[in-house]
């Protein structure tokens, strides 16, 4: 019965490989998002989907690119793999009008990506 | 620019004492906070959150104070139990037209409670 799932939960690769992060969440939320951890443990935004509309595009490098068919699920594509991009990555997703207070973001467990 | 930040990277405490998380922040459109708990290897979990129209919302063993006028937030924690050894993030929302949770996340503290 999970809420927010994430595939894979760990990936390693090298430099220059183009890979995806699956996330899938079951709570009937309409809104997804991608969060990036870095070594510093800061948590930023990256992406927001609302039923499969782009909303939030925060500075985030081109090669980094989401998609989403349908509001159940969001991917993250990335392309051309830098040791930089080295973090753990969160799917979340919540329910707009989102600022209810009772629609907190929901994780996934996160995807700890390694470029080597 | 790191707009909400904690500064205590580690607390610990004994159990059954009450624990006392802080947070601040500097952003003044601001206007909604949460706390997250995140064990290792698993994401964050939403704990409690207030509106900047109150000063304090509780829960259970959970309390959020917020000072505005100080852009300051804290989260307390009693009586204190070995579970709720965590990391606590703290967060900020407000002044984003564009749809959305958009929340800026402090790095956290890193809460031990010992036996």
């Known amino acids: 019965d999970t809420a927010v799932s994430q595939t894979p939960k760990y990936l390693v690769t090298q430099m220059g490989n183009d890979k995806s992060i699956k996330c899938e969440q079951n709570?009937?939320?309409?809104?997804m998002y991608w969060y990036k951890q870095d070594s510093k443990k800061f948590l930023k935004i990256m992406f927001s989907y609302n039923n499969k509309e782009l909303i939030i595009n925060e500075t985030v490098p081109n090669r980094f690119s989401p998609k989403s068919p349908d509001k159940a699920h969001l991917n993250l594509h990335i392309n051309s793999l830098e040791l930089g991009d080295s973090a753990v990555y969160f799917c979340?997703?919540?329910?707009?009008?989102?600022?209810?207070?009772?629609?907190?973001?929901?994780f996934g467990n996160g995807t700890r990506l390694t470029v080597t | 620019d790191q707009q909400v930040k904690q500064n205590s990277p580690s607390l610990s405490v004994q159990e059954g004492r009450i624990s006392i998380l802080n947070c601040d922040y500097t952003?003044?459109?601001?206007?909604?906070f949460l706390w997250y708990k995140k064990y290792p290897a698993e994401g964050p979990t939403f704990l409690i959150s207030?509106?900047?129209?109150?000063d304090k919302n509780e829960d259970g063993r959970f309390t959020v104070f917020l000072n505005k006028s100080a852009k300051h937030l804290s989260l307390h924690i009693v009586p204190s139990q070995p579970g709720d050894s965590a990391v606590y993030f703290c967060a900020a929302m407000g002044g984003y037209t564009g749809g959305g949770n958009k929340l800026t996340f402090g790095t956290g503290t890193q809460l031990k409670v010992e036996l």
């Open positions: 207030i509106s900047s129209i109150k």
């Open positions: 709570l009937g939320h309409d809104t």
């Open positions: 979340a997703s919540s329910q707009i009008g989102g600022r209810s207070y009772n629609s907190p973001l929901h």
């Open positions: 952003n003044s459109m601001f206007d909604y």
